[in-house]
C-alpha cells in the first residue's frame, strides 16, 4: 500500500510517497515548498496541492492521503478547529473534506507534533518506551505526550501544547496565541531573535537560524541568548515532566540543531526543575529527522482504516 503523507509547519509543507508493509517508509526525496504563513488559508493550500500534485504522475496508485498539520484537529473530520497566528487564518480550515473532495481518495487528519511523536515513539529516539514527551522546537513550540504506547489528545485534542507553558523569561513578550508570557514567544526559533533583541538591543538578528549560526561562530551575545533560552525551555520541560512522569523526552526540530551549548542548557534547565526521582530521565534528539511526522501520518492512516 502507497499514501501521499504530508506535514504542514510555520516554516514549510512537505510530502512524500509513503510505502506501508512491515511499516511505513519514505520512497524517494521530499516534496518540499515554503509554507504562505501569512497569505492565509487559500494560499496555504495551493502549496499543499502543489506538494501533493508533484508526487501524483497519472500512473501513481496510492490509496489514500494522510497529513500532518499544525493546528488543533478533529481527527474523525479533518477539520482544523483552532490554530495560532503562526498560520493565519489556518482556524476552521475543513482540510481533510477539501483534500478527498480535489483527489477522490479517503484522507486523514492529525496534529503535527502528534504525528511527529507517532514516528519517533513507534520506530524512532522513543522506541520502547510506553511513556514519553515528544517536544517539536521549530518555528513554534508543540509537543505530545505519549501515555500507554498511544497519544493523549486531551479532551478538544489541545493537549501537547508545550510552548504555551509560562515562564518568567517571557514575561509580557506577546506569544503566538495572543497571549503573552509563554515560552513559546522566546524560545522558538521565530522567538528567539526576539529574546536577543530584549537582552542585546543595539545587536539585532533577524531569525534564530542567525542567532544559532553567530553563536556557532563564536558570538558571545548569541550564546548567551541560546543558553537563556535553552534554559527556560528546560526549566519547562521540568516542570512538565513532574506531572506526567516520562520515560524519556524527546526533542526534534530546527532549533534542536543549535548546537551543545543550547542542549546543555536545556538539560541544566530541566535538572533545575523536576523531581529528583525524574533527574536520570533521558532528553535525547529524535532520529528521524523531517521523516518523523510523514511516518507517524502513515501510522495514523493505517490505524484509521482498522477501526
Known amino acids: 500500500m502507497n499514501l501521499v503523507c504530508v506535514d504542514i509547519g510555520g516554516t514549510k509543507v512537505a510530502a512524500s510517497i509513503v510505502s506501508v508493509f512491515n511499516q511505513p ?20 493550500l495551493r502549496a499543499i496541492t502543489t506538494a501533493i500534485d508533484r508526487l501524483l504522475p497519472p500512473n501513481q496508485a496510492v490509496t489514500g492521503i494522510s497529513i500532518a498539520s499544525a493546528g488543533v484537529i478533529d481527527r474523525a473530520s479533518g477539520k482544523v478547529t483552532a490554530a495560532t497566528d503562526l498560520l493565519c487564518g489556518w482556524a476552521g480550515t475543513p482540510l481533510g473534506e477539501l483534500i478527498s473532495k480535489r483527489y477522490k481518495l479517503p ?7 502528534h504525528a511527529h511523536a507517532v514516528g519517533e515513539f513507534r520506530i524512532g529516539a522513543g522506541k520502547g518506551a510506553k511513556h514519553g514527551l515528544q517536544i517539536a522546537v521549530g518555528t513554534g513550540i508543540g509537543g505530545a505526550l505519549i501515555c500507554d504506547e498511544k497519544i493523549q489528545s486531551g479532551a478538544s485534542g489541545i493537549s501537547g501544547h ?7 523569561l517571557a514575561e ?22 526576539r529574546l536577543h533583541s530584549k537582552l542585546f538591543p543595539d545587536f539585532p538578528l533577524s531569525s534564530g537560524r542567525e542567532v ?23 526549566n519547562s520541560i521540568g516542570n512538565i515532566a513532574n506531572v506526567v512522569d516520562p520515560e524519556v523526552i524527546v526533542i526534534s526540530g530546527s532549533v ?10 536545556v538539560r541544566h534547565g530541566y535538572q533545575q526543575t ?3 526521582a525524574l533527574e536520570n530521565v533521558e532528553i535525547v534528539v529524535g532520529s528521524l529527522g523531517s521523516a518523523a511526522p510523514l511516518i507517524g501520518a502513515a501510522y495514523n492512516f493505517i490505524e484509521d482504516q482498522n477501526d
Open 25 to 44: 517508509q519514505l520512497q524517494g526525496e521530499l516534496s518540499c515548498l515554503a509554507t504562505p504563513a501569512t497569505e492565509g488559508r487559500e494560499a496555504v
Open 107 to 113: 484522507v486523514t487528519v492529525m496534529n503535527d507534533v
Open 162 to 168: 508545550i510552548g504555551h507553558v509560562s515562564h518568567p
Open 172 to 193: 509580557k513578550m506577546l506569544c503566538s496565541c495572543g497571549k503573552t508570557g509563554h515560552i513559546e514567544a522566546v524560545c522558538s526559533g521565530s522567538g528567539l531573535p
Open 212 to 234: 544559532a549560526a553567530a553563536a556557532l561562530a563564536g558570538d558571545r551575545r548569541a550564546r548567551q541568548t541560546l543558553v537563556t533560552a535553552g534554559t527556560a525551555l528546560g
Open 256 to 265: 534542536a540543531r543549535a548546537g551543545e551549548a543550547w542542549w546543555n542548557a
Open 274 to 276: 523536576c523531581l529528583p
